[in-house]
């Protein structure tokens, strides 16, 4: 159909066209798998603590933990059902970036271990090396100019 009306009509009929959002529904769910992803993160923690760690260990623990869980989710086909439901739930966490770094490395291993796996897989998480290591050092000149003070 070709539309050779105005911008309002054409505003009007682009909106009859996209489907509706179920806003509470996305931001329950979001809420619920996000929120039990991080309650998760906290009870690792604790039981990491309780067997004896010190509260650094027992965090780095509980990240290599929750990216563990993430890649074995991503590779199970389990994560992107969860992510289906919860949105933004579950890009969040740091089991979020597992799952993207892992979806890109099984979705482009049949390209080979180089250049497919390797390649792909820093191609998404490369921006968000940069922009953590750039921020930590701004971050660390605004920290080191503010003890001289």
């Known amino acids: 159909m070709r539309f050779t009306k105005n911008k309002e009509e054409y505003a009007a009929y682009y909106k009859s066209l996209t489907p509706k959002s179920p806003l509470l529904r996305d931001v329950t769910g979001a809420f619920l798998v ?64 597992a799952n993207s770094m892992a979806s890109a490395a099984i979705e482009f291993k049949s390209e080979g271990y180089i250049l497919g796996l390797g390649a792909r897989m820093f191609q998404i998480a490369g921006p968000v090396i940069v922009y953590g290591v750039s921020a930590s050092v701004v971050y660390g000149v605004v920290y080191w100019i503010s003890t001289l003070f």
Not at 47 to 66: H, I, M
Not at 88 to 97: E, H, K, R, S
């Open 34 to 97: 996000g929120g039990g992803i991080c309650a998760l993160g906290q009870l690792l923690t604790e039981g990491y603590t309780a067997l004896g760690a010190e509260k650094e260990l027992a965090a780095t623990l509980t990240s290599v933990t929750l990216v563990a869980l993430g890649i074995l989710l991503s590779a199970l086909g389990l994560y992107a059902r969860l992510a289906k439901f919860a949105g933004a739930g579950t890009l969040v966490p740091i089991t979020g970036f």
